[in-house]
């Protein structure tokens, strides 16, 4: 496991670029597990955790600060701290039973923290004025578990959560003029679960998906600005926070196969947007808004196919709930929206879609009820 490096970016006075600022702390992914050979009782290694991303900082408060960039994804600031996935669970081998080795577990995103003044301005598609994200990581799938008696496949671990994504911009103007190139964005995801190990045996066993990491909290005050955007699906500005996805459950197969349930979806975090004093919000675009606050909770995992003589169907994962989302107004702010599907202001909480269970094949099938 290695952890993502802090890094620190301090400017004052004029600057000028053409790359834009570009700040990453990337963790280090975990090592793949090995497997399980026995002539009894096989049981393989669990993966290796990820790491955790660092902290991320830019300040840079001189109203005389410029940044213009060109080309596809030439974000003026782009500041991103991203966890390392788990490591697959290695595979279990033995006649009288067999475990699949667990998945490592997905580091948690650092924290990203902005400060920033003066103009920004970008030219090419995707290429954001802003970009700040906190990304967790992925867990590490798990193992299966493969023999003639007693099979029991490996669980996913946890994934890890985003962390908190804070950005303060003011006494400026950010001009996009590509598609897909918003103003502002600002976003923190949680780690989507690996899927579980499947199962084969007289009795099989797959295991059940694990929950979602979270997404984190994100914070974004704007003063005295102007943000201008001309493409299509290029929105002022963008606060998101999603959760993860659920794990999906593996399968199993023998004479007798249990079922397996999908893993819940992760919560999205809190969402605040403020603005103050005065600002101007214009875009130009088809879809492109000007202000979303958006928490939306990730999806449940879906459950494992269940194949045997006797077969009971598992139940699929929970959707994550949404958190809070809120937008805060203290003073004189215009919001302009030109083309067509071009919501001006949304903010909205959204809570995840459950998973989908499976039907059991078998000559006897249990199929487990969804409980809404």
């Given at each position: 496991m290695h952890r993502g490096a802090d890094h620190i970016c301090y400017a004052n006075g004029l600057l000028t670029t053409f790359a834009g600022i570009a700040l990453y702390s990337d963790a280090g992914h975990g090592g793949l597990a090995g497997e399980g050979l026995s002539a009894n009782v096989g049981t393989g290694g669990t993966g290796g955790a990820g790491g955790d991303g660092g902290q991320v900082t830019v300040t840079a408060l001189s109203a005389s600060n410029k940044i213009t960039t060109a080309g596809t994804a030439g974000h003026g600031i782009v500041a991103i701290s991203e966890a390392g996935d788990g490591?697959?669970?290695?595979?279990?081998?033995g006649p009288d039973k067999a475990v699949g080795?667990?998945?490592?577990?997905?580091?948690?995103?650092?924290e990203v923290a902005v400060q920033f003044a003066g103009d920004i301005t970008t030219s090419g598609k995707q290429a954001q004025g802003l970009l700040i994200q906190s990304l967790g990581g992925a867990s590490g799938s798990g193992g299966e578990g493969d023999s003639w008696f007693d099979g029991n496949g490996g669980l996913?671990?946890?994934?890890?959560?985003?962390?908190?994504?804070?950005?303060?911009?003011?006494?400026?103007?950010?001009t996009t003029q590509g598609a897909e190139a918003a103003g502002i964005l600002a976003t923190s995801i949680g780690g989507f679960d690996g899927g579980s190990g499947g199962a084969s045996g007289f009795v099989a066993f797959g295991a059940s998906g694990n929950s979602a990491g979270d997404g984190g909290g994100v914070q974004t005050s704007v003063q005295n600005a102007t943000l201008t955007t001309a493409g299509y699906y290029s929105a002022?500005?963008?606060?998101?926070?999603?959760g993860g996805g659920g794990g999906v459950a593996g399968p199993d197969a023998g004479v007798v196969a249990l079922g397996t349930t999908?893993?819940?979806g992760g919560a999205g975090g809190d969402v605040s947007v403020t603005l103050t004093d005065t600002n101007a919000i214009t875009t130009n675009g088809v879809d492109a808004a000007g202000v979303l606050a958006l928490s939306v909770g990730g999806g449940g995992g879906t459950s494992g196919n269940n194949n045997g003589a006797v077969a009971l169907g598992g139940s699929?994962?929970?959707?994550?709930d949404g958190g809070q989302a809120s937008l805060s107004v203290a003073g004189d702010t215009s919001v302009t929206t030109q083309d067509v599907a071009s919501v001006g202001v949304m903010v909205a909480s959204i809570g995840g879609g459950g998973g989908k269970a499976h039907s059991p094949k078998g000559a006897v099938a249990w199929r487990h009820r969804r409980r809404w």
């Open positions: 490591g697959d669970g290695g595979k279990g081998h080795g667990n998945g490592g577990q997905g580091g948690s995103g650092g996913a671990s946890e994934p890890g959560p985003g962390g908190l994504a804070k950005l303060t911009y003011q006494n400026g103007t950010i002022g500005l963008i606060a998101l926070s999603v999908g893993g819940a699929g994962g929970k959707g994550g």
